[in-house]
C-alpha cells in the first residue's frame, strides 16, 4: 500500500440488505399521481401514438381502469379531459359546463371508490379552439384577469363534483389567491390547490399536446405565460407568491430538466412540494428503449430517484403504473 486509509465507504455498499437499508430515497405508490386522459367521445381504450403505454380512456368504463390501478398501490390520480372539436370554442365555455367530462369523470370515480384522491387540471387549453391556457384578445393576446374569473369558477364545479385537490396549470396571475377565495365562498374550503406555479414554458409538453389534441393545427407559444427555462430567480418569486396566495401544495414543472429548481422550492418553501415529470420527459426514455438503448425500467426508477432526491415530496408521472408493478 502506499499510503494508510482508514475510510472504506464501500463497506457500506457491501451487499443488497445493507444498500437497501440505507438507501436516502425510496420510491413508494404513496408518492406517486397517475395522469388519467378521458374522453367522452370513445367507446374503447385509444393509445396515444406518442406516450406508448399511456391512452385515452372512455368515461363510461373508467371505474374499471381506475379498480385495476387501486389494486396496484395507486391512489391519487389527476384527470385530464379529451373534449371533441365541436364542444371547443373561442372562450373555451366548456369549462362552465357543469356536465363537462371532467366533472363527470370525478362523480364516476367517486361513486365507485372513495379510496382515491382526485387532482382536477385546472385550464384552457383543452377546451379552447386556439389552444391556448387563457381567453385571448384578438390580437391573441392572452387575458389575464378575465382567465382567472373562469378559473375560480370552474374551480367550484370541480370540487362539487368530487375533486380534492384543484390544480390551476394556467400560469396566470393572482389565480391561486381567486381560486381560494371562490372555493371558500362556495362553502368548499376543504379543497386544496396544487399549485403549477414554477411550470415552464417547456418543449416537453409535446406528446402532452397531442394527447388532448390542443395543438392539432400548429405549434403554440406560450412564452407570454409560463416561465422561460433560463430563469431560477423568477421561478423562485413564483412559488413565493403561491405560498402567500394561499396555494397548499407548489409544483416544478417539468422535473427532471429543472432539479435545481424542486431543490430550491424544496429549501424556499415550507409546503409540500410536487414535481411534474412530464410527456416528453416519459416519451424520451421509452423512445430509447424502444430502441433497445437504454433499459426502460431502470432509466424510469432512476429519473424517479433524482426527482425525489433533489427534493420532491410527490411526483406526478405516466411510470406510475409501471413502477408500482415493480414495486
Ligand atoms: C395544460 C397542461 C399542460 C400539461 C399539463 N397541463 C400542457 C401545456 O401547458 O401546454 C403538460 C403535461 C405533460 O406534458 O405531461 N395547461
Not at 147 to 163: D, F, R
Not at 179 to 201: E, P, V, W
Not at 247 to 261: C, F, G, N, Q, S
Request: glycine residues 4%; contains cysteine.
Amino acid at each position: 500500500m502506499p499510503y494508510e486509509f482508514i475510510h472504506r465507504p464501500r463497506r457500506l455498499r457491501e451487499n443488497v440488505i445493507l444498500r437497501d437499508m440505507l438507501a436516502e430515497n425510496k420510491i413508494a405508490t404513496t408518492d406517486l399521481i397517475f395522469p388519467v386522459f378521458v374522453s367522452g367521445s370513445i367507446t374503447k381504450p385509444e393509445a396515444i401514438q406518442s406516450m406508448p403505454g399511456i391512452f385515452r380512456w372512455p368515461l363510461d368504463t373508467l371505474d374499471q381502469p381506475i379498480k385495476k390501478w387501486i389494486d396496484l398501490g395507486l391512489k391519487s390520480f389527476a384527470i385530464f379531459p379529451c373534449i371533441s372539436d365541436c364542444k371547443k370554442s373561442e372562450k373555451g365555455d366548456e369549462i362552465l359546463n357543469p356536465d363537462s367530462i371532467i366533472y363527470l369523470a370525478a362523480e364516476k370515480i367517486k361513486s365507485a371508490s372513495n379510496e382515491v384522491l382526485l387532482i382536477s387540471d385546472l385550464a384552457l387549453d383543452p377546451y379552447t379552439t386556439h389552444g391556448h391556457d387563457g381567453i385571448i384578445d384578438n390580437h391573441g393576446k392572452v387575458l389575464n384577469d378575465q382567465t382567472v374569473e373562469v378559473l375560480a369558477k370552474a374551480s367550484i364545479l370541480a370540487a362539487e363534483s368530487g375533486y380534492d385537490l384543484v390544480a390551476p396549470s394556467d400560469m396566470m396571475d393572482g389565480r391561486v389567491i381567486a381560486i381560494r377565495n371562490s372555493l371558500d365562498n362556495a362553502q368548499c374550503m376543504h379543497t386544496g390547490i396544487m399549485a403549477y406555479s414554477a411550470k415552464f414554458c417547456s418543449a416537453y409538453y409535446g406528446p402532452f399536446r397531442d394527447a388532448i389534441g390542443s395543438t392539432r393545427s400548429k405549434p403554440i407559444d406560450k412564452s407570454s405565460y409560463q416561465l422561460n427555462p433560463s430563469n431560477t430567480r423568477e421561478a423562485v418569486r413564483e412559488l413565493l407568491l403561491d405560498m402567500q396566495e394561499g396555494a397548499d401544495i407548489l409544483m416544478v414543472k417539468p422535473a427532471e430538466p429543472y432539479l435545481d429548481i424542486i431543490a430550491l422550492a424544496r429549501q424556499e418553501c415550507n409546503l409540500p412540494i410536487a414535481a411534474y415529470q412530464v410527456s416528453g420527459e416519459y416519451s424520451r426514455i421509452w423512445a430509447a428503449a424502444s430502441q433497445g438503448w437504454l433499459d426502460l425500467d431502470a432509466c424510469a426508477l432512476e429519473s424517479l430517484l433524482s426527482i425525489k432526491r433533489a427534493g420532491a415530496n410527490i411526483i406526478i408521472s405516466y411510470f406510475a403504473e409501471r413502477i408500482a408493478k415493480s414495486l
